[in-house]
């Protein structure tokens, strides 16, 4: 054998080296999070969601444990819809995220006592307007030194519609879409295209704030919104905050290929998921032209941890035995439009359609060893873990399984909601990140301390150069005429 042939011998057969796991927590401004009911579990402290301490203490403990990122979801309205419609009863009595505080309004008290750990921040595009929306977006890029990213949702809740949109009800899931993407083309462009990278000057000598030469009007007219502009703050830290999206109908993995740098979904076995995360990296390259690593996919999660297997599952039993089912049942009918109090205990669900979360729906009433899932069955699994999979076990069992579901589905990360709060985080860092930093599967520390939400993500500072938001920056080595010149090319497109 040749030395030649020998050293590519030796290249093929070594083993593939492991993916770093990215590690987030999953939040919401209300108290019980995925788990309705398991507020009232002995010791749980999530009914003290409406204290800053509460949020302080939980940044700073999961930066302690090097988690990458907290994700805050958010709904604009209740959950109504089971035995309704309009109907918040079981929600109210379960707290069944109801009520729900503004999620941002924390994230710039858990930045400045944090360093490194970001924060991603679910808002969405049914009612407000861009311009008002950048200004708060590009405010909290901005205190907390570019570690802010935005989930975008198109809303899936007819409560929220009602209210936000002068009684009108929730536009169909399309439309939502459709409204959705020329809001984030406006975004793109109040963030990239109206200040040049260099335009906030700041210098005491020419005692020039701003080079007004160096601003300019974006003069957007669409179907749904006209700005002129232009952005009312200077350039931030990274200036477009990270793109998160969370959505896989069909429609939704199309919007993830074309724009998200981060996309979250929903699956409760590893097969599955594969096929979504296969069809939006498919998406992406062939008809965006975009890497197919240029997106990382993230599942939502619930652990219940033990030292063995045996006390794993009494401790489940246990926290189950405190899940609100009638609180579960209210999230299933908001998530999926259906109102399952229709249903009988053990009447199975199957062939319907919604105008909510289509993913959803799917997840829920697809059939499962040959049998579809009845209503009963639905409220027991979602009392404890929500709308993910639930994995019990002890510390070795959970995190095989984890890597599985890395390796089968070719998943990037995991957004670990609680059961309690904060038992089931401090389990997870006291136990189950020390065995996953021992296989080589969570790291030690974070990329680029006290860097931007990107920087720890990607390891870069924009969006990569294959992004439909590259070419609108504005940068530092461009006249207006070229900048406005290439604009007009890339509008023909």
Same mark, same amino acid.
């Given at each position: 054998?040749?030395?030649?042939n ?6 093929t057969?070594q083993?593939? *080296? ?28 999530s ?12 940044? =700073? $403990? ?8 907290? /994700? ?61 929306f ?27 519609a ?25 975004v793109?462009?109040? /963030? ?11 210098? %005491?000598?020419t005692?020039? /704030? !701003? ?11 669409? #179907? ?24 896989t +109908? %069909?429609?939704?993995?199309?919007? *993830? ?33 975009r ?5 990382? /996919? ?11 297997? #045996? ?17 579960? =049942?209210?999230?299933? +009918? ?10 009988? #205990? ?21 059939? %499962?060893?040959? $049998?579809?899932?009845?209503r009963?069955?639905?409220? $027991? ?14 510390? =070795?069992?959970?995190a ?12 990037d ?5 609680? *059961? ?14 020390? @065995? ?5 599967? &969570?790291w ?12 720890s993500? &990607?390891?870069?500072? &924009?969006v ?5 938001a ?11 005429? @070229?900048?406005?010149?290439?604009? !007009? ?5």
């Amino acid at each position: 054998m040749t030395k030649e042939n020998e050293a590519k011998r030796q290249k093929t057969s070594q083993p593939k *080296a492991k993916k770093q796991l990215i590690i987030n927590v999953f939040m919401s401004g209300s108290s019980g999070n995925q788990s309705p009911g398991l507020w009232s579990y002995p010791g749980d402290k999530s009914t003290e969601y409406t204290t800053l301490d509460y949020w302080v203490e939980l940044a =700073q $403990k999961l930066e302690k444990a090097k988690f990458h990122s907290i /994700f805050i979801a958010d709904v604009l309205g209740g959950y109504d819809v089971y035995n309704g419609p309009g109907n918040y009863s079981a929600a109210a009595k379960s707290g069944a995220q109801f009520p729900m505080i503004e999620p941002s309004a924390a994230v710039t008290a858990m930045a400045a006592a944090t360093k490194s750990i970001t924060f991603g921040v679910t808002f969405s595009t049914i009612s407000e307007a861009p311009y008002h929306f950048v200004r708060r977006l590009g405010t909290l890029d901005l205190l907390t030194n570019g570690r802010v990213g935005w989930n975008i949702v198109s809303s899936y809740l007819d409560s929220a519609a009602r209210n936000l949109l002068n009684g009108e009800p929730l536009p169909l899931h399309a439309d939502r879409y459709k409204r959705a993407e020329e809001f984030l083309q406006v975004v793109y462009r109040l /963030f990239l295209s109206s200040w040049r990278d260099d335009a906030y000057k700041l210098d %005491k000598k020419t005692r020039t /704030f !701003a080079d007004p030469k160096l601003i300019r009007t974006i003069d957007h007219v669409g #179907e749904f919104f006209n700005v002129p502009g232009p952005q009312f703050l200077p350039p931030t830290p990274q200036r477009l905050p990270l793109i998160l999206q969370a959505g896989t +109908s %069909k429609v939704g993995m199309d919007y *993830a290929a074309k724009h998200a740098e981060v996309v979250f979904l929903a699956s409760f076995d590893p097969e599955s998921l594969q096929e979504k995360i296969k069809t939006v990296r498919d998406i992406a390259e062939t008809k965006y032209n975009r890497p197919r690593d240029s997106i990382k /996919f993230l599942i939502l999660i619930t652990v219940v941890i033990a030292d063995t297997h #045996e006390d794993a599952v009494k401790r489940y039993e246990d926290l189950a035995s405190y899940a609100d089912l009638e609180g579960a =049942q209210a999230l299933f +009918s908001g998530w999926t439009g259906i109102d399952i109090g229709k249903y009988g #205990e053990d009447e199975p669900l199957e062939h319907v359609e919604s105008n909510a979360i289509k993913s959803h729906v799917k997840n829920w009433t697809k059939f %499962k060893d040959n $049998k579809p899932r009845a209503r009963k069955d639905i409220a $027991k699994q979602i009392g404890v873990g929500g709308s993910g999979p639930l994995l019990v076990g002890s510390v =070795q069992e959970i995190a095989d399984e984890l890597e599985r579901w890395a390796e089968v589905s070719d998943l990037d990360g995991f957004n670990f909601a609680y *059961a309690d709060y904060p038992q089931t985080f401090d389990d997870i860092i006291e136990k189950l990140l020390p @065995e996953l930093n021992k296989r080589g599967v &969570f790291w030690d520390d974070y990329k680029i301390p006290g860097g931007t939400f990107r920087e720890s993500v &990607f390891g870069r500072k &924009f969006v990569d150069k294959d992004h439909p938001a590259y070419d609108l920056r504005w940068r530092s080595d461009q006249t207006r005429e @070229e900048f406005e010149k290439k604009l !007009a090319e890339l509008e023909k497109k």
